[in-house]
Structure formats: structure tokens, C-alpha cells
């Protein structure tokens, strides 16, 4: 029997994302999907999936091309590459990609939209979009994902909160939330092997991220910050290197799995102390489960939802985000008490293995896909 062939597609996502190859589209070929990936991706990576089962199709990229090209001539090329995989079932993972969604919803094929983030809201926090047009242009995101959402197959949504949005207007929504792999994180040299002498942030970094704070607060302790990531602009990058605490940083740019892995065994503590943007409230940020899934306690904002999951499962310690004096405490304590850093940590872990776990949200996954593979679409769009 022939396996049924599944599309991934994105357009400004780069190289094995976590959330779209390492826990989509390998569950999807674990369980007999011919899988594609259409990605920005090196031919090392492409290699690596290949050994996985997974075929990725490369988008080519201008290494300085504007924002605007990027949007529009990459989302143009995915949209090509995929139409000529002809499979069965499309699932695309950005916003830009919604046009060429219902395109190929229209030419009768099943298709998937993955929304990882509440859009409107995000779009409030761009810079790069004049504040006075944020609110129509959010608007404008807001009407064309509803739209859109009608005429295709499902939804998918990576947090509850996300998913609500789309409650009574899409056809199906999944809720398949962003948990780590269970054992992933977990350094081979184990954590009773290497000194826990460092916090650490792993992720974008910029502004709304709390990175001014997280230089100013690490300044004021005797820890060393491990920086893992991109910065979101040079400018940013270039101020906060004239903070005191710019000397305790050493930074990593971005990662594969196997360092942030080796960075989190070497961490006392994991920091995500982000702004209250409408998009970050109600989100359920992958960085403080995967501090968690490490046994690394967490260092979050005193957002609810976030007090919440600290609280409730004892693995770390909630500050407020624009005060580093509150940041520095947090660290100085944790520096001070390893044992709470073990309890703290193997508290985060156990609910990992209990609770936010992969294999869980993989079940969902195949089962949305069995059930959308399966309809009559006779009466397509």
C-alpha cells in the first residue's frame, strides 16, 4: 500500500526548527508518513533528515534580502516547491503562507494551518511596523486568519489560548502544545558531572524579551550568563555590550540541540523574564519546559499563567521582570542554595515526564491526521 504523503511548509522558519522537524515531522514519519519539509536548510541538516525519514526541500535565500522579499518571494517559493510534491495533505507553519493555503484547499487538497502565536497580538509588539497603522494592519491578520480558517481542513494551535481563537470558526482545532522531548535536554555527561556555576537564556533575544534587564540584574551578581541566540538587531546588541554586566556574558549566538544541551547542564538556573506583551501572557514559553525538562529551575516573569506552572510545581522563582535588583536576588539565591536548585530542578523534571510531555501531544497529532486524511473532499472549497 502506498504511504500517504505529508507536506510541511515554511517560509521563515530556518533549518530543523524544533516545534516543525524534531517533534512534527519525525512523529509523522515514525508513524509511515512519507514526510516532506520545505525549509531554509543547510545540506548537512538535509542529510540529517534524510537519516530520519524525512525529506526536506531547501528554499533558497539571499543573505540580505529585505523583510518585504522575504514575506513575499520566499512564501511564493514554498508555495511552488509544494504544489509539485502533490501530496496529500499540506501543513504550513506562518501566517504569510495563508493565500497559498487556500490555494491549494481550493485545488482540493486537505490542508493544515499551525498557528504558533496569537498574531494580532504579536503584531503590536513589531517595531518594525508604524505604531499608527498596528492597530489596522492587526486588523487586516485577524480577519484574513479567520477567513482562512473556515476553508481549510484544521487548526492546529500551539497553546489552549490560541486554539480559543479559533473556537466556532475553524472547521477543527488541535491543540498540540510545544512540550519538550522527553530526554532531549538531558546533557550525556550528566548533571552531577559538570559544574552548575552558570544561569542561562536560550532563545530571540531583544528587548521585550527582557534582555536589558537580564545584563543590568547578572551584573550584580557574582554568576556567569550563557546567551544563546540571535539578537534581533545589532543596535540592541551594541547597547547593552556598554552595561556593567556585559563582562559576565558569554555569548553563544545560535545553537544546535547538542549545545543547548551541554549549556543547560552547566546552568543553575534558566531565565525567562519577558515583557507583558499581549502575545506573551497567555503563552506558554518552550524555553522555561525545556529549562524544566533539564532539571534547571526557572527564573520567569510573575505573569498568571506562568506563576501557575511555577507554583504549582515547585521549580522555580517568580520576579518581576523589569527589575533587576528582583532578577539578581532570584540568581544571588539560587547561587547560594544548591539544594534548592536540586528540589527546584528534579521538581521541574518530574512534571515534564508527567505532565508536558511530547509523546502525549504526538498521539494528538497523528490521530488529527488520520482523522482529516479520512474526509470526502468532494465538496471542496
Known sequence: MKRQRVCHMSSSHRGLDTRIYHKQCVSLATAGYDTHLIINATKDEINLARNQ??????????????????????????????????????????????????????????????????????????????????SLVAGVARQTQQYGAVRLSAVVAATPYIGSLFDGVARRVAVINNYPLIGELVSDQGPDRQPRDSVCYIGGIDAIRGIKETIQAIGKTQAQLLLAGFFSSNALRNEVMQYTGWNRVKEYGFVDRKAVSDILARSFAGLVTLHPVPNTLNSQPIKMFEYMSAGVPVVSSDFPLWRKIITENACGICVDHNDPDAIAAAIRYLHEHPDQVRLMGNNGRRAIEQKYRWDNEEAKLTALYADVLAEDRSGSI
Do not use: N
Open 53 to 134: 525519514r524525512v525529506t526536506v526541500h531547501p528554499l533558497p535565500t539571499k543573505p540580505h534580502a529585505g523583510r518585504l522579499s522575504r514575506l513575499l518571494v520566499q512564501a511564493w517559493r514554498c508555495y511552488t516547491v509544494a504544489r509539485q510534491l502533490d501530496a496529500d495533505l499540506y501543513h504550513f507553519h506562518d501566517p504569510e503562507l495563508m493565500p497559498y493555503g487556500l490555494m491549494l484547499a481550493r485545488s482540493g487538497k486537505r490542508v493544515i494551518f499551525d498557528a504558533h502565536e496569537d498574531l494580532p497580538a504579536e503584531i503590536y509588539a513589531k517595531d518594525w511596523i508604524p505604531t499608527p497603522v498596528r
